[in-house]
C-alpha cells in the first residue's frame, strides 16, 4: 500500500524556517496529487498545500501563501514543504497525504473527510 514518511519537524523561534519532507516508499509520486495538511492544538486538520508532479501544479492556503514552497524531487520520489517566516499560528503536526491524482485544490481539501490512512506526522513548534 501507499506509504509516506514525513521528517523535518522541530522547534523554530518566530521568522525561522524549516524544510519538511514527505518520502513516499514503494510507489510513484506521478499518480497522486501529494499534499500537506496540519493540525494546530485542539483544532482539526487545515489544508496547507499540495502538488502534482505531473505537471508541476500547485495550489496554497491563504495563510501560508508567500511563505511557504512546495516542491517535487522526482528523482527521490520525494516532495518538500519549505516553511520560512514561520508564525506562532503555523505550530502543529503536519500529515503528508496521497490525494487522488488529478485533484483540485478543493478536491484535496475535502479528502480530508474521506482519508483514513494518517501517519505520525511531524511536529511543528515556532516559540521564542
Known amino acids: 500500500q501507499v506509504q509516506l514518511v514525513e521528517t523535518g519537524g522541530g522547534l523554530v523561534q518566530p521568522g525561522g524556517s524549516l524544510r519538511l519532507s514527505c518520502a513516499a516508499l514503494?510507489?510513484?509520486?506521478?499518480?497522486?496529487?501529494i499534499g500537506w495538511f496540519r493540525q494546530a492544538p485542539g483544532k482539526g486538520r487545515e489544508g496547507v498545500s499540495c502538488i502534482q508532479s505531473t505537471d508541476g501544479s500547485t495550489h496554497y492556503a491563504d495563510s501560508v501563501k508567500g511563505r511557504f514552497t512546495i516542491s517535487i524531487d522526482n528523482a527521490k520520489n520525494t516532495v518538500y514543504l519549505q516553511m520560512s517566516s514561520l508564525k506562532p499560528e503555523d505550530t502543529g503536526v503536519y500529515y503528508c497525504?496521497?490525494?487522488?491524482?488529478?485533484?483540485?485544490?478543493?478536491?484535496?481539501?475535502?479528502?480530508?473527510?474521506?482519508?483514513?490512512?494518517w501517519g505520525q506526522g511531524t511536529q511543528v513548534t515556532v516559540s521564542s
Open positions: 514503494g510507489f510513484t509520486l506521478d499518480y497522486y496529487v
Open positions: 497525504v496521497p490525494a487522488p491524482y488529478g485533484s483540485t485544490w478543493s478536491t484535496f481539501l475535502e479528502f480530508v473527510h474521506e482519508y483514513d490512512n
